[in-house]
């Protein structure tokens, strides 16, 4: 088993939806998770960082956390095409951070 | 401006030959880090620093070597030993994990796309 596991996609969805990403981790004691986006052809940027149980909003972005399932998922409202991108899921093991291997979002008109 | 760099964004490597890739910042971060990304692959560690100079190996550090004699800088070397270097390298930092355990947020560079000729 993986230790951060995400679907590869592509997730399609029409621009104003919800686009729902989700992220499950094997790590039981990890306390820290990181949502980065990645356009094509450029580096991580970080996007959202969620280290309590529950809900945690920024803008059109909520990140989700429920460690009892080790599930973390990033909420995208109102989807723009400008939200294309790889999105990565990332938890913070002893010493590193453990990356899963991203989920491509497609946002279309 | 406050941030990450690296350079070459474009390095082009001949087979035997040794490169070096830049990473500087300026963040006053202790940690930094060493990413390869691959195409459709997921960011694997190579080499990270939490404090100037030591260092420690990561996932894939075979065939790459590293220093950290600054605290803004961390070079990373792709050596002949290393069979298949085409890959996108991505540096990064963070405040040092090992004094704030449960923050590690991370910051990349603007990357380095390296090709081998």
Not at chain 2, 84 to 101: E, H, R, V
Request: glycine residues 8%; aromatic residues 12%.
């Amino acid at each position: 088993q993986k230790e951060v596991e995400q679907n590869s996609g592509p997730l399609s969805v029409p621009e104003g939806a919800i686009a729902s990403l989700n992220c499950t981790y094997s790590d039981r004691v990890s306390q820290s998770f990181f949502w980065y986006r990645q356009y094509s052809g450029k580096s991580p940027e970080l996007i959202m960082s969620i280290y309590s149980n529950g809900d945690k909003e920024d803008g059109r972005f909520t990140a989700q956390l429920n460690k009892a399932s080790q599930y973390v998922s990033l909420l995208i409202r109102d989807s723009q095409p400008s939200d294309s991108a790889t999105y990565l899921c990332a938890v913070k093991g002893p010493d590193k951070l453990i990356f899963g291997t991203g989920t491509r979002l497609q946002v279309f008109p | 401006d406050g941030g990450i760099t690296q350079s070459p964004k474009y390095l082009f490597r001949k087979e035997g030959q040794n490169v070096t890739l830049s990473c500087e910042q300026n963040l006053n971060h202790d940690a930094m880090y060493w990413y390869r990304q691959d195409p459709g692959q997921g960011l694997r560690l190579i080499y990270y620093s939490q404090i100037v100079n030591d260092f420690q190996k990561g996932d894939i550090a075979e065939g790459y070597s590293v220093s950290r004699e600054k605290k803004e800088s961390f070079p990373l070397t792709v050596t002949s030993a290393q069979k298949n270097p085409t890959a996108f390298y991505l540096c990064a930092s963070s405040i040092n994990p090992g004094t704030l355990a449960f923050y590690n947020e991370q910051f990349f560079g603007p990357g380095t796309r390296l090709t081998v000729l």
